[in-house]
Nanobody, 119 residues
Framework: EVQLVESGGGLVQAGGSLRLSCAAS????????VGWFRQAPGKEREGVSC????????YYASFVKGRFSMSSDSARNTMFLQMSSLEPGDTAVYYC????????????WGQGTQVTVSS
């Protein structure tokens, strides 16, 4: 059974940093694209970043470039989202997700972790 469990969310002041973790079980990262999404109150879910370990490729949404960095630890089957220079607009529930590399849609989702940035 595939499971994704996020942790590391919390309350931080603007300009601060947080590191989110996503522990995966039931699959290995090699054949999957793993990503982070977020959803703010009253807004649609949006993609934040994703990486493919197999191809060594990564993607970041324009609104987080230079501030967020995604990484994965295949040995621990865990991925991370290092967030710096946080802004109140980054306040959202953050989700990790995974999909087979060749698929368009993400199949597996975590339960989400709340990130709140105060001004």
């Amino acid at each position: 059974e595939v499971q994704l469990v996020e942790s590391g969310g919390g309350l931080v002041q603007a300009g601060g940093s947080l590191r989110l973790s996503c522990a995966a079980s039931g699959f290995g990262f090699d054949d999957y694209t793993v990503g982070w999404f977020r959803q703010a109150p009253g807004k649609e879910r949006e993609g934040v970043s994703c990486i493919s370990s197999k191809y060594g490729s990564s993607y970041y949404a324009s609104f987080v470039k230079g501030r967020f960095s995604m990484s994965s630890d295949s040995a621990r089957n865990t991925m991370f989202l290092q967030m710096s220079s946080l802004e109140p607009g980054d306040t959202a529930v953050y989700y990790c997700a995974a999909k087979l590399i060749y698929k368009a849609d993400y199949d597996y989702w975590g339960q989400g972790t709340q990130v709140t940035v105060s001004s």
